[in-house]
């Protein structure tokens, strides 16, 4: 009953966001506009990405008609069990490699795509299609682009000879077959044919690409009002890491929010803060970068933190669940109005799917009628923050404490017309450390999020439980330890040890100068187990002393971190125990390390 009344008021909520926008769209319409400017969405709404159900970058899993349509099933299944979807993404390499963007590939997709759309439009979902914008990425350049290459033969220019045209051609071919939604991906607007880039510098050329693809796009969008852009690689940002500071060496520029529905922020990987918890680190990443772009000037509802993946590849570090639901409810209370569920939607099962459902009415009422804002510090320098929203009926709030000791932060006013809080409830918590609410304040375990609701939002109806795989420690204490260089890419240090608890041995890898330095080791299949490219191990009288990780995965991204925990119980008392970390990074690097006492 609570489920069924949580939906129905999602859908008032989606109705009245679409009359408001309709009823806006006339407006626009009665002055001599024929769109909303800027082309901001009507409402909030929901996509199934299938990428991370496959993975053809950092794994060798193929996508296929079977696969697709295994996933569009799945889709249906999880809409009927209350779960809304608006769009359903085919993500990258649908197309055959000489096809120009018009065919699909072969033996993959025999028949071509027109069984997929024609069951998505049946079920009322809309599809979309991924396309690498102008760089050749499993792609050929078909005849009209050729005189556009630039001289590595790897990426066109947008302002010089006949690609652009034949590309918004191909978008348009597919606009008519019914692509409501266009993914750009892999721009490189430093492409120039070597002519141009004999006589221009860097500069003149990226603007001369810039203003010709904007223009394109605006005019795509006059044509085909019905049209969802999102932007992805290549359209500004630092993606690669959470230690840079502002501005990004790679720029952004609001221009682009005059086309694009949508900008991304960086798929889903580990920050460069470290945790015990693998996948909350992955939490704090993107995190991270919705609030760096928010800075920049990028409204929230235009954020894309594309921080939901689930799934078996290497793309997202084979997942599948671990850590899901704490990861659902971030995306959904950063703002942004695209809501992206990535990957192997057959994961998602009974009552999950129920309470997906109940996750997305709340969140979609707080985004679509309310008020949602950041608060607190910046997550990539490890310190506490949240994001909250307010409507008339009350405010929820999703709160973090990214650090190793315990935090305290508070839940501020989120507009001037705010009720006083009242009283709270805690609706969503990781296991183990039980958070502490005091009126507007609340403290946080060591690498604890949680959700607190006011108002309407403390009743029983949003009570999201635990998360019962992210264990919080329930005390922690700094624990003494120095490390000193054992060797070229090697600290050490010798301790005694704990009687009792759990010793937590953090270490970071930084240059020579203190900036914090990241290690790739590839993706799968080739790429390296980071336990191996960091090698964490302990020795106590000669013997080794086996050490818990959560990072001994494939991480095509890099990390910079290792977080490492040693059980007292194992340990002998009064004989030292010896630490040693080795990163394998071939360039110049400084380590650090630190420890603490941790009782779960």
């Known amino acids: 009953m609570i489920q069924h009344k949580l939906e129905r008021r999602g859908s008032r909520v989606w109705r009245l966001a679409a009359l408001v926008a309709t009823t806006a769209m006339a407006a626009c319409v009665a002055f001599g506009q024929t769109e909303p400017v800027p082309p901001a969405l009507s409402h909030p709404i929901s996509v199934y990405n299938n990428w991370s159900s496959y993975d053809e970058l950092s794994d060798n899993i193929p996508l296929t008609e079977t696969l697709a349509m295994r996933e569009l099933d799945e889709l249906l299944r999880l809409k009927r069990a209350g779960v809304h979807f608006d769009y359903y993404m085919m993500d990258a390499f649908w197309f ?27 079920n009322g979902v809309r599809p979309g299609l991924w396309f690498s914008t102008n760089t050749l990425v499993k792609i050929q350049a078909a005849p009209p682009w050729k005189d556009s290459l630039n001289k590595s033969g790897g990426a066109m220019s947008f302002y010089e000879g006949g690609f652009l045209p034949d590309f918004m051609s191909a978008l348009q071919f597919w606009y008519d077959r019914g692509i409501r939604m266009f993914k750009f991906d892999f721009v490189d607007l430093t492409a120039a044919t070597p002519a141009a880039e004999a006589k221009l510098s860097k500069t003149e050329i990226r603007e001369r690409n810039a203003a010709a693809l904007l223009e394109a796009l605006r005019a795509f ?58 996948w909350r680190s992955m939490d ?41 639901k704490g990861a659902y409810l971030l995306m959904m ?3 942004g109005w695209v809501n992206t569920v990535h990957g192997n939607l057959e994961l998602i099962q009974g009552k999950d ?14 985004q679509g009628l309310g008020r949602i804002h950041t608060f607190g510090g910046i997550p990539g320098d490890i310190e506490p923050y949240g994001f909250g929203g307010v409507t008339t009926r009350g405010a929820a709030y999703l709160v973090m404490n990214p650090g190793q000791t315990v935090a305290s932060i508070k839940l ?61 420690p329930r005390s922690i204490a700094p624990f003494p330890v120095s490390f000193h260089p054992s060797g070229v890419g090697s600290v050490e240090a010798s301790v005694e040890p704990p009687t009792h608890g759990v010793l937590r041995v953090v270490l970071r890898e930084k240059t020579p100068d203190g900036a914090i330095r990241r290690t790739w080791a ?45 059980d007292a119980a194992r340990l002998a008392p009064g004989k030292p125990l ?20 941790v009782e779960y």
């Open 412 to 472: 501020p006013g989120l507009a001037p017309d705010q009720a006083p809080l009242g009283r709270g409830r805690i609706q969503f918590r990781d296991a183990g450390f039980q958070p502490q609410l005091k009126g507007d304040q609340i403290t946080l375990g060591p690498g604890q999020m949680a959700m607190v609701g006011f108002g309407a939002y403390a009743s029983a109806n949003y009570d999201f439980g635990v998360q019962d795989d992210v264990v919080i």
């Open 578 to 597: 010896i630490l040693r970390f080795h990163s394998a990074e071939k360039d110049p690097i400084a380590l650090d390390g630190t420890a603490y006492l």
């Open 333 to 335: 209370a950063r703002g």
């Open 96 to 122: 055959a490699p000489d096809g120009g963007y018009r065919t699909w590939r072969k033996p993959n997709w025999p028949d071509g795509p027109d069984a997929w759309i024609r069951k998505c439009q049946a």
């Open 353 to 366: 799917a129920e309470w997906m459902a109940r996750v997305q009415a709340l969140f979609f009422e707080l």
């Open 522 to 566: 590839g993706g799968p299949p080739s790429g390296e187990n980071m336990a191996k490219v960091f090698s964490l191990s302990a020795m106590q009288d000669g013997h080794p002393i086996s050490i818990r990780l959560d990072y001994d995965k494939i991480v095509w991204s890099g990390m910079s971190w290792a977080v490492g925990e040693i």
């Open 284 to 324: 704090i990443y993107s995190d991270h970068m919705v609030r760096r772009f928010e800075q920049l000037g990028f409204p929230l509802e235009r954020i894309d933190s594309t921080g939901f993946m689930v799934g078996k590849t290497g793309t997202i570090y084979y997942r599948g669940m671990h850590a899901w």
């Open 221 to 278: 969008r006059r044509k085909n009002p019905e049209a969802v852009l999102i932007a992805f690689n290549g359209f500004g940002g630092d993606l690669d890491n959470t230690s840079s500071q502002l501005p990004f060496r790679e720029p952004t520029d609001l221009r682009w929010l005059e086309v694009f529905q949508m900008q991304y922020t960086g798929d889903p990987r580990p920050s460069d803060v470290p945790e015990a918890n693998f």
